[in-house]
């Protein structure tokens, strides 16, 4: 008698653990899907007319841009792409090869560098209206560290390859934008600037000056020479 009470007290036990297992596993379904109910709608594609104001806007404030007609910055706004994010996602991984520039329209982003030891460096912290991706519209090259979302984020996406045969058929216009990128690109591999954030670097660039120096000029300013 003693061995059947037990039995059926192991029993219940074994049913009451099951029971609260389930009951938890149904509460955090239950909040996941709150939680997905309560992302924003994605709503990804061509952006609407005051969206294109903004974007515009935006992109005329990089000095490589303004170098250019305002037909060829029209098709540059042409080029935009609403992509949604949700915390957490990667937007540029390192490594990949996507060749595109992204403008953080709302939420914040971190820029990391993914280290040999597995670790992540955080390099820089970006809130809204900040551009990254510069180097991919100069031409296609391996991500030099991870971008990902801080926070539910709108970003708007302008492809590289289109940008690039923009600059192609602006001529002179495009070959001066062309330089302030690879003027970008040289600051950035320098240990000295790696870790300034897009918009530091750009008012670096724009309170800085290119210069060609002729073999035996006396240089009385502070150069850093790219060839």
């Known amino acids: 008698l003693l061995a059947s009470v037990l039995v059926i007290y192991g029993f219940l036990f074994i049913l009451a653990v099951i029971s609260a297992t389930l009951a938890t596993a149904g509460a955090m379904l239950i909040h996941l899907r709150r939680r997905e109910r309560s992302r924003p709608p994605r709503r990804d594609g061509a952006l609407e007319p005051t969206e294109r104001e903004s974007a515009r806007e935006r992109l005329l404030s990089l000095p490589l841009v303004r170098e250019l007609a305002p037909a060829q910055v029209e098709e540059a706004v042409d080029g935009f792409r609403r992509i949604h994010y949700h915390a957490g996602d990667l937007i540029i991984r390192q490594g990949d090869k996507d060749g595109a520039l992204f403008l953080l329209v709302e939420g914040q982003a971190i820029v990391e560098r993914l280290e040999v030891s597995g670790l992540r460096r955080p390099l820089a912290r970006l809130e809204a209206g900040s551009f990254f991706g510069e180097a991919a519209l100069l031409r296609v090259s391996p991500r030099s560290a991870n ?3 801080a926070s539910d984020a709108v970003l708007y996406r302008l492809d590289g390859e289109g ?5 192609e058929r602006a001529g002179a216009q495009g070959e001066r934008a062309r330089a302030w990128i690879e003027s970008t690109i040289f ?10 954030d897009p918009q530091s670097m750009q008012r670096l660039l724009e309170s800085a000056g290119r210069r060609q120096v002729e073999a035996g000029e006396v240089i009385d300013a502070t150069f850093l020479s790219a060839r």
């Open 163 to 167: 940008f690039r045969a923009l600059l």
């Open 187 to 196: 600051l950035q591999r320098l240990p000295i600037f790696r870790a300034l």
């Open 147 to 149: 971008v990902r979302a």
